[in-house]
Structure formats: C-alpha cells, structure tokens
C-alpha cells in the first residue's frame, strides 16, 4: 500500500510558476511510475505528466508540453511537476498517482491517488 500526499498547490496569476510535490509513504516507491492528473470544476479528471521508475522516461500531454516538467527523487520518495507559464486553464485539483502497469494516460492503470492540490490561476 503506497500512501500520496500532494502538496504546493495556491493562488497564482498567469504566467508565474508553481512547483507541487507528492511525498509517498509505504513501501516500493521506486518501482512504481508516477503521475499527474488533473480535474477542473465540470470536467473529467485528465492526465497531466508522468514519469517511469527510474526517471529516464517522461511523458506529458500536449496541452502541458514544454511548460511542465515532471521529475522524482526516489531517495526521497517524492515527485515533483514543476509548472511554468501558467494558464488560466491550467486551474484545477491536481492529483498525483502510482502504478506498475505502463507509463499511459488512462486512469485505470494507476492504483494508488493522493487527495489532490488546488490550484488557480487567475488572469
């Protein structure tokens, strides 16, 4: 059982940055890739940036692409998703998740999901 704690979430205008982290507890975190969704008020929740295991992959969604970077340090247990040049279509709650299946956007290949992190970007 991996426990996900999302954290940095907050106000911002557009075109500032924000930098969320999602400290794991339990055991295995390095073996398992790790995500960013998000969900905006009256939409499906939607894949933001993932990474694999080790780090050497990466993958984000076009509407994040070159804006968003996603990164981890498994020493620490934690994975980060730096975000610069917000958009106020960027506000949402953002959730962090891990899975063994495939590093892919669907939502049904993670298992475990943090309670999520506000943020809102205003213009």
């Known amino acids: 059982q991996v426990q996900l704690v999302e954290s940095g979430g907050g106000l911002v205008q557009a075109g500032d940055s924000l930098r969320l982290s999602c400290a794991a507890s339990g055991p295995g975190f390095s073996s398992y890739i790790m995500v960013w969704f998000r969900q905006a008020p009256g939409k499906e929740r939607e894949f933001v940036a993932g990474?694999?295991?080790?780090?050497?992959?990466?993958y984000y969604a076009d509407s994040v692409k070159d804006r968003f970077t996603i990164s981890r340090n498994n020493a620490k247990n934690t994975v980060y998703l730096q975000m610069n040049s917000l958009k106020v279509e960027d506000t949402a709650v953002y959730y962090c998740?891990?899975?063994?299946?495939?590093?892919?956007?669907?939502?049904?290949?993670?298992?475990?999901w943090g309670q999520g992190t506000q943020v809102t970007v205003s213009s």
């Open positions: 990474i694999s295991w080790s780090g050497s992959s990466t």
């Open positions: 998740a891990a899975g063994r299946v495939a590093l892919a956007s669907g939502s049904h290949l993670y298992d475990y």
